[in-house]
């Protein structure tokens, strides 16, 4: 009986041990904003940010975890160098004064052992707003090169570019952009 408690405690031990949280950073070069927006009501303009820089902590035992992304938002891309340049400017991404955009998250949302959204708040221009970013894929694994656990995915979001005082170009520009976000994290050593 005395062997059978020792068994269950080094067990229930065991098993919060496994419950500890995991620090992952951004791996630059496979994280990044894209952004899509309907340009005049004819095509949908794209963009994208990055390489972001970020960390996150992950419990997938607990299903609870933390995000802090930082988005450069003077790193804009849209392959017309004219185009990036008057995204930048003060009406818009305003990137002088504002060079950097945060996504920070505390509230991950799984179905079963699948992470599906992460809630948090997204700063643009120095606005603040709800954001939930839904998860399209998201897995994890050991990396093949550097040995150490790995997770990545693919989320997205809509937001309204006029709540962060965007309003340049309405209604020829549409109001309405939709995030794809592209992450993969290292775990930290």
């Given at each position: 009986m005395k062997r059978a408690l020792l068994a269950a405690?080094?067990?229930?031990?065991?098993?919060?041990a496994g419950a500890q949280p995991v620090s992952y950073r951004l791996d630059?070069?496979?994280?990044?904003?894209?952004f899509?927006?309907?340009?005049?009501?004819t095509a949908t303009l794209r963009g994208r940010f990055g390489p972001l820089?970020?960390?996150?902590e992950l419990d997938r035992t607990a299903q609870r975890g933390e995000v802090s992304l930082t988005i450069p938002t003077r790193i804009v891309s849209t392959g017309l160098p004219v185009l990036d340049s008057r995204l930048r400017q003060g009406d818009l991404f305003a990137s002088e004064?504002?060079?950097e955009a945060y996504f920070v998250a505390r509230n991950f949302v799984f179905e079963g052992d699948a992470l599906r959204e992460v809630r948090g708040e997204?700063?643009?221009r120095g606005i603040s707003r709800p954001l939930a970013l839904r998860a399209?894929?998201?897995?994890?694994a050991v990396h093949p090169i550097v040995k150490r656990d790995w997770c990545g995915g693919d989320f997205e979001a809509e937001l309204r570019r006029s709540d962060f005082g965007m309003s340049f170009g309405l209604p020829l520009v549409a109001d309405r952009v939709r995030l794809l976000v592209q992450v993969e994290a290292i775990r930290d050593q």
């Open positions: 405690a080094a067990a229930g031990a065991a098993l919060a630059p070069t496979h994280s990044f904003v894209h899509e927006v309907m340009h005049f009501g820089d970020g960390i996150a004064a504002y060079p997204f700063t643009l399209t894929s998201f897995s994890c």
